[in-house]
């Protein structure tokens, strides 16, 4: 990459206030980092410690009746200030020389307008629009000009929103989380985009993540951000091979491993509250105790039967006559892109498909066809845990109503005395507190509410536990608090899960087998391990060259 010395962009000691009820806390406390032209720029750290909000300052997009900006100067082209710019003069600034690209496009798209007039909204002609459609590698890009949001994939979105970014050649391009969402491949397929046109128009990109593995793909230096400080910063080298302070160590550590399988993955707690000399020495799983672990399991008999499970909405096969067992004490990986049937096969095992066809056997018993009184019986057995747990929990009910709601229409306990403490009990299993039970849902964090989720799927000390993508929107570092957590649940409760994902770290962590999927069908169903090490297809070689490590 070509690089001058000056700088494009200067963050020079930034402190923002946020106000809540009558006071002002601080939330961005000192914050400064440079940009120069063509240079990558890995701004990372766990959500609320404050990268989106340092972008949005650059953007000048911050409430000013909310926020204010206490002290500091953000340099464009090391003699514009941008904090001094008025609205009007911003304005010329915003999107011609900063570009963002946001975390979800289908809330940052209008969803009643075709994509093509979206990005022409920049002042581009329809020829401009379609030259940057092809650039940015949409497979039909007159399709995607008349398209609206939801008619594309999620890849598909991401890739409108970059052409909207690069309409009016901006110097600079800040990425906000842009690949979170996306599955491995698209995910790849993205990373490498960006860094094709940022080499190709010589722009300087500040790509926001929790995620260091992605940022390890494209960053050329790092900036570790927490509570509103930069903890450290340094180039892609210095920061990955020899980090320094505990809390860029923990999130180094969170993320699974793909050469070994610790009992319990490292947390950034684990860093900031004890010796670097503590978490080296994690016990990791043997191959002989999970030789020794399979054989017990698999000696048994299957705990659920799928046979020739076939679901089709229109013409579209959703699932092609797949089959499986699962058996008692097994973690099930589900994993695949999005479309492949994952989330589908898992709502079709619980009865919420109605035109399903095959036959589903639970516990020898054939369930495919059960009454609505038999069907309720058996959602005490097969519980789920979903990919949002936001949007699943009710927000004017309590967390504490939320978790005992299944105990009330399964007719568990009618002591109400005795029906709360057991909620009350369940929230302690999942580490939440006793006080936590009158709180709703908006007052918890991402992480919170998915353990609220496990907690609601629990109560009825289910059998089997679908997770469909349960910890996919989390920060890596929450997400190993979510993954041992369902680890230790599973062992205290005797839980046998399906866990679908689209991340094979994840998945190979957490599960004794794998399964493939691919356009309904099943590319390969293996030991988690055989698989990674040994993949059958071009399609699971493309997933696992596409983990970010």
């Known amino acids: 990459m070509t690089n001058t010395d000056r700088n494009i962009l200067q963050i020079e000691n930034l402190h923002i206030s946020f106000k809540h009820n009558k006071s002002w806390n601080e939330v961005i406390k000192g914050v400064g980092f440079s940009l120069k032209k063509g240079e990558t720029l890995g701004l990372v750290g766990e959500s609320g410690s404050g990268k989106s909000v340092s972008s949005l300052a650059i953007m000048g997009l911050l409430d000013k009746k909310k926020s204010k900006i206490t002290d500091g100067r953000i340099l464009f082209n090391?003699?514009?200030?941008?904090?001094?710019?008025?609205?009007?003069?911003?304005?010329?600034?915003?999107?011609?020389?900063?570009?963002?690209?946001?975390?979800?496009?289908?809330?940052?798209?209008?969803?009643v307008m075709k994509c093509g007039k979206q990005v022409m909204e920049t002042g581009i002609s329809k020829e401009k629009c379609l030259s940057l459609f092809q650039e940015v590698l949409l497979p039909d890009p007159e399709k995607a000009f008349n398209s609206y949001p939801h008619q594309l994939s999620g890849g598909?979105?991401?890739?409108?929103?970059?052409?909207?970014?690069?309409?009016?050649?901006?110097?600079?391009?800040?990425?906000d989380e842009p690949t979170t969402a996306l599955d491995v491949t698209v995910q790849k397929a993205v990373l490498d985009l960006m860094k094709h046109l940022q080499k190709k128009y010589n722009i300087g990109i500040i790509f926001i993540t929790h995620d260091l593995g992605v940022v390890h793909q494209i960053a050329d230096k790092v900036a570790v951000i927490y509570k509103g400080e930069i903890v450290e910063q340094g180039s892609n080298e210095e920061i990955f091979l020899n980090p320094k302070h505990p809390y860029t160590k923990g999130l180094l550590a969170s993320r699974p491993p793909m050469n070994k399988r610790p009992k319990r993955l490292s947390t950034v707690s684990d860093f900031l509250n004890k010796s670097e000399k503590e978490n080296e020495d994690k016990i990791v799983i043997s191959t002989q105790e999970r030789e020794s672990s399979h054989k017990e399991i698999y000696s048994r008999p299957p705990?659920?039967?799928?046979?020739?499970?076939?679901i089709k909405y229109g013409k579209f096969?959703?699932?092609?006559?797949?089959?499986?067992?699962?058996?008692?004490?097994?973690?099930?990986?589900?994993?695949?892109?999005?479309?492949?049937?994952?989330?589908?096969?898992?709502?079709?095992?619980?009865?919420?498909?109605?035109?399903?066809?095959?036959?589903?056997?639970?516990e020898d018993r054939l369930i495919s066809n059960l009454s609505m009184k038999d069907l309720k019986l058996l959602r005490r057995d097969i519980q789920i845990i979903f990919q949002d747990p936001y949007s699943s929990l009710n927000p004017r009910l309590t967390i504490g109503q939320?978790?005992?709601?299944?105990?009330?229409?399964?007719?568990?306990?009618?002591?109400?005395?005795?029906?709360?403490?057991?909620?009350?009990?369940?929230?302690?299993?999942?580490?939440?507190?006793?006080?936590?039970?009158?709180?709703?849902?908006?007052?918890?964090?991402?992480?919170?509410?998915q353990r609220i989720g496990i907690a609601r799927a629990l109560i009825l000390k289910p059998k089997l536990i679908i997770c469909d993508e349960s910890v996919s929107a989390l920060d890596v570092s929450v997400q190993a608090q979510v993954l041992n957590l369902l680890n230790d649940l599973k062992q205290e409760f005797s839980l046998t899960y399906i866990f679908i994902s689209h991340d094979l770290a994840v998945v190979k962590y957490m599960s004794d087998r794998m399964m493939v999927m691919r356009k309904g069908d099943i590319e390969q169903l293996a030991e988690a391990d055989e698989i990674y090490a040994?993949?059958?297809?071009?399609?699971?070689?493309?997933?696992?060259?596409?983990?970010?490590e």
């Open 78 to 111: 090391e003699d514009v200030d941008l904090l001094k710019l008025s609205e009007e003069e911003h304005r010329k600034f915003r999107g011609k020389k900063i570009a963002m690209i946001f975390q979800e496009p289908m809330t940052a798209l209008n969803p």
């Open 156 to 175: 598909q979105k991401q890739r409108v929103m970059i052409a909207m970014a690069l309409a009016c050649n901006p110097d600079i391009l800040i990425a």
């Open 534 to 548: 040994n993949p059958q297809s071009e399609y699971t070689k493309t997933l696992i060259n596409s983990i970010p």
């Open 402 to 449: 939320a978790i005992e709601e299944p105990l009330k229409v399964h007719k568990i306990e009618k002591n109400k005395v005795k029906r709360k403490e057991m909620v009350l009990e369940m929230l302690e299993k999942v580490g939440l507190e006793r006080e936590h039970y009158e709180r709703y849902p908006h007052e918890f964090s991402g992480g919170q509410r």
């Open 317 to 362: 096969v959703a699932i092609n006559s797949l089959s499986f067992d699962l058996y008692k004490g097994e973690t099930l990986g589900l994993v695949g892109e999005s479309g492949c049937g994952k989330s589908t096969l898992g709502y079709s095992l619980m009865n919420l498909i109605e035109n399903a066809k095959g036959e589903i056997y639970f």
């Open 303 to 310: 705990l659920l039967k799928a046979k020739n499970i076939h």
